[in-house]
């Protein structure tokens, strides 16, 4: 059974920091790239940030260069998505998506910052 599960959302406060992370079963994870999106209602979602099934490439949106990390460990077949100095405009679903020979969706996590 494939599954993807985010987990690590929450409230924070401006300038603060979260960790989401992704657990994925029931596929060949290390042949998948993922990719962390973000999702508001009312707007269209956004591609935050990326990695290749290696873990060597990364991308990144403009909107969070130099204050979000992503990261995976095939070994345990988890991504992770390190968020540092939180921005009101950074609140949203968050959600990984699995793409290599199928696609396959996280439900998402909630991360609201907010003083």
């Known amino acids: 059974q494939v599954q993807l599960v985010e987990s690590g959302g929450g409230l924070v406060q401006p300038g603060g920091s979260l960790r989401l992370s992704c657990a994925a079963a029931?596929?060949?994870?290390?042949?998948?790239?993922v990719e962390w999106y973000r999702q508001v209602p009312g707007k269209e979602r956004e591609l935050v940030a990326s990695?290749?099934?290696?873990?060597?490439?990364?991308t990144y949106a403009d909107s969070v260069k130099g204050r979000f990390t992503i990261s995976r460990d095939n070994a345990k077949t988890m991504v992770y998505l390190q968020m540092n100095n939180l921005k009101p405009e950074d609140t949203a679903m968050y959600l990984c998506?699995?793409?290599?020979?199928?696609?396959?969706w996280g439900q998402g996590t909630q991360v609201t910052v907010s003083s």
């Open positions: 990695i290749n099934n290696g873990g060597i490439y990364t």
């Open positions: 029931g596929f060949k994870f290390s042949l998948y790239a």
């Open positions: 998506v699995a793409r290599g020979s199928n696609t396959y």
